[in-house]
């Protein structure tokens, strides 16, 4: 099902006001990412791009153009490990948090 303008723009609005919301949906997003579902979490760091940074910025500040981000954060998108890493710290630094990685036993 596609999200309609509406939900997106919920978002954005959520995200604006709500750091943790934000913060959680960054936390969602690397979760996706480490347990195998890449596309959903692409679409979430996509939502958090136009809440926060937007394309340009986020663009200019990985040193990509806004056209080829936005194809990476695509559902069939397919970003490299430094791409991805380097919009994911872009964010995180949108969102003043510091990423850390813990392993917790299965």
Do not use: W, Y
Not at 26 to 53: C, H, M, Q, W
Not at 80 to 86: E, F, H, K, P, V
């Amino acid at each position: 099902m596609a999200l309609t303008r509406d939900f997106k723009k919920t978002v954005v609005a959520r995200v604006e006001r709500d750091p943790k919301f934000a913060r959680a949906l960054l936390d969602e997003a690397l979760s996706l990412f480490l347990n195998g579902e890449p596309e959903e979490a692409k679409l979430i760091l996509r939502d958090l791009v136009n809440a926060t940074l937007g394309f340009e910025q986020l663009a200019q500040e990985i040193d990509r153009s806004s056209k080829s981000v936005h194809r990476m954060l695509s559902a069939s998108g397919n970003p490299t490990m430094a791409n991805l890493s380097a919009i994911i710290c872009a964010v995180g630094r949108a969102l003043n948090v510091r990423i850390q990685m813990r392993i917790s036993p299965a």
